[in-house]
């Protein structure tokens, strides 16, 4: 069983969406995935059918249930442990335990009977206890962030994140990769190009800057909001084209250890 949180420290670089569409197409490719709602803002639960909110990722945290014991079928070979309007407040809660880092960590038995893949999608803060815990549990944490100079130094703040956590929680940890999402190659004459290649040759990232790029596409939003996947709504879609080229990826890079400490 492999462990993946989508993490980044600012919102708008498609997390849930990576999630979202990363755990359809392994899912689609046959392999057992849940999905884990750990923001309290609950759009990974939204855009998936939907479900009963009698167990939630709230009632882990509270430790009344594992997350095999929360999670619901969404799809096929797809689950999902849910996030309700709850979550917020139950995360408050969670961050005046002193162990809170170790909650999903925990929560994991029994899991590895049941799927191949775990995808935590997090909020916009990597520090908040929720994103602790995911980033905490996995094995390897994908980062996704959109082609502009501002993301530059929330990478490298993130990246220290992840060492800490290495150093002193989870030694096995590694960064799986960094790719860009909303890209355009043709934005203002390749500027988007331009910053991808510039951070492809820096010394310290570009070992961990992935070959795969996600273009914008409006069928994401479209299925989104119909609770559909990307295979349900458009299968042609780029979008589509271009997770399932990542994902392959992402799978490449667990089964060769490629991931980068």
């Known amino acids: 069983m492999q462990i993946l949180t989508f993490t980044n420290q600012k919102g708008g670089a498609s997390k849930t969406t990576s999630a979202w569409a990363v755990g359809h197409c392994l899912a689609h490719a046959g392999h057992k995935v849940l ?13 998936l059918p939907t479900v009963p909110s009698d167990k939630s990722l709230t009632n882990v945290l509270e430790g ?17 442990v849910p996030a309700t309007q709850t979550l917020a407040a139950a995360e408050k809660i969670l961050g005046t ?11 994991l038995a029994g899991l590895d009977k049941l799927v ?9 803060s990597p520090n908040s206890p929720l994103a602790m815990a995911a980033i905490t549990a996995s094995d390897r944490v994908f980062i996704p962030t959109t082609p502009e100079f501002f993301a530059y130094n929330g990478l490298e703040n993130l990246l220290e994140l992840i060492k ?3 150093k002193n929680l989870t030694p096995s940890l590694q960064v799986g990769g ?22 492809r040759e820096q010394p310290g990232m570009g070992p961990l800057v992935l070959d795969t790029t996600i273009r914008e596409n409006v069928a994401v939003a479209e299925a989104q909001v119909n609770q559909q996947s ?28 490629k991931a980068k400490n």
């Open 35 to 47: 999905l884990v709602d750990a923001d309290p803002q609950r759009n990974l639960t939204q855009c």
């Open 64 to 80: 009344s249930l594992t997350l095999a014991q929360a999670m619901y079928p969404v799809g096929t070979n797809l689950w999902l």
């Open 97 to 107: 335990d002193a162990m809170y880092a170790l909650v999903f960590k925990n929560a």
């Open 116 to 124: 191949d893949f775990v995808i935590f999608d997090t909020g916009p």
């Open 164 to 166: 800490r956590i290495q």
């Open 178 to 199: 960094i790719f860009f999402t909303k890209y355009s190659p043709t934005y203002r004459r390749s500027l988007h190009h331009q910053f991808v290649k510039v951070m």
């Open 230 to 257: 990307l295979y349900e709504w458009d299968s042609g879609a780029t979008a589509l084209a271009d997770y399932e080229k990542l994902t392959q990826e992402i799978l490449t890079r667990s089964v060769n250890g």
